[in-house]
């Protein structure tokens, strides 16, 4: 009897990053509300923060597919 099993298929160069800033993004947002939790941030304000957070996410975006 043959025990190898089939080897997982590999994740591209592409999907690789896509988990990779996934994994950033988590490790940010749990650093930023770790902060706020512990009254490091007191001075930010959240109301400011996401729209700003939104729009660089979006340049981002952008920039990745542009190739830029």
Known sequence: ???ERPAAP???PAH???VS???WILILLGAFFLATNLG???WLEWSLVW???LIII???MILRRSGG
């Open 16 to 18: 690789r990053g896509r």
């Open 1 to 3: 009897m043959n025990d």
């Open 10 to 12: 590999q994740a591209g």
């Open 40 to 42: 490091l941030l007191e």
């Open 21 to 23: 800033i996934g994994g």
């Open 58 to 60: 979006g340049i981002a």
């Open 51 to 53: 729209p700003a957070l």
